[in-house]
Each structure stands twice: as C-alpha cells, then as structure tokens.
C-alpha cells in the first residue's frame, strides 16, 4: 500500500528523522512462522493454493511477493521489540495484521505480525508476559484468538462496536466504542483502563496497534475522532509505558481516510509523539 512507503518519506522530508534512525529487517523464516501459524496454512499460502473462498476472506489474491513482504514485517516488529527493549520504543512503518488467525487469513491480513513477534518472545525467552494494545478501530480477533488459552500473553482491543469483524472474538479486555464516538469519550475509556491493566499484568512487553482507522474522516471507521484526539490516544499509550519503563514497539494498523494526506499525516503524528516524549 503506498502510505506505508510515504510515512517514511515525510519523516525524512521534514527532518523528523534520518536514513540512521531506519533498520531493515531480516526475513522471517518458516520454523518461526510455525510457532504462530499452522503447517497446513503455511503450506496453501507458500504453494498457492488457498481457495477462491479463502482469498475472498482475506480481500485479495494471495502473491508470493506479498507473502514475502509479510514475513519482513513482522520480524520487522520483532526486531521494533528488540530495539524498544533498548530504548524505549521503536515503530515499525507497517504491520498490524491483526485480522490474520492461526490458520486463515482475514481483512487484508495474511500473517498476524503481533503475534509472530510475541511467540518469538517467549520462544526465546525475552518476555515472559506481554501486552497487546490494540487502539485500531477494528477488534484484533486473530490476535485475541491465537492467544486465547496463552495465560502470558493479554490481548486488549478497543474498537468500533459495530464495526467489522460482525463476529468479534474474545480478547481479554474487549472495549466496544459506539458509532461516532468523539475524543472525549475514546480517550475516557482508555484512561479508565490502561493504567489498570499495565499496573496488574505488569507487562515486560507491549504491542500497541495504532491504527488511524479511528479519525472521523475515515472511510470504514464509523468513529469521530480528530487528528488531534489520535494524537493524544498515542501520547497517552506512550506516556503509560515509559513511566513505568515497560518497551512499546508500534505497528501502524489500518487508516482509510479519503485524503492520503490525513493518513500519512495520523500515522507520522505516532513517529512524531514518539521522538519528542523519548529523546
Ligand atoms: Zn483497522
């Protein structure tokens, strides 16, 4: 999608950031794929074979270069956990493929980056409780689904109550927002129950999806939310973390807003947020 090739480009034609401030991932491999996904899924993906129903689930014809370009992204969010560990946070410019289940896709969403990147995590033993803070106006169903019975991973999801998946899944926290829910009422919830959360899981990890999906100028999001009031939600999120010293790594979400201009600019305000509470 080319808003994910234009958030790095205004970071650095606005100086925000420089071409040292970037890593490039490496490439996911199939065993660590295996720890998310199931043999069966990872075998119709990388022949091609998922059925027209299947592809239909995930909204476009399946590509060996998308599938490609979806294992960079998700140990993109690895490695974004690895370098938070060291400095508090670091963003990755895609990702947040959270409709994606253990064994199908859905919404856009072949691998789930999130939860690559937590079973990683505990895999390797880097974490061993982590957070999910799904802001993304659409509920994170894979994610909550893959984790359902993994006590060490806590799934949080605030989203539209009406929005899609018809059929939501059962985070750990599941926060429903009413159709054209404003700033004020977003932001309530959110206070109301982070700080919570983070002070009783105590989290060595969080995954925050910061989809732009939740702006009243969105096409899909059926929210009411102002650039500023996306602002203040990653403010917020970033400010919860680095006070109690908890490593955020950011994927971006969704963001369908009929400007580009507003996705680009929503999404580099979370770049921006970032850089002025962390440096
Ligand atoms: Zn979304």
Redesign the pocket.
Known sequence: MIKYELIPEQLLYEGSLTEDNFFHPARLSDEEILLTHSAEYLQKLMSLSLSRKEERNIGFPVRADLIERGRYISMGTYQCMKFAMEHGVALNVAGGTHHSFRSHGEGFCILNDFAIAANLLLQRKEASKILMVDL???QGNGTAKIFEHESRVFTMSMHGARNYPTRKEQSDLDLPLPDGCEDDLFLDTLKQHLPQVLDSINPDAVFYLA?V?VLATDK?GRLGLTKTGCQQRDQYVFVQCRDRNIPVAVSM??GYSHDIKDIVDAHANTFRVALDLYT
């Open positions: 993304d106006v659409h989809g999906d899909l979400g969704g």
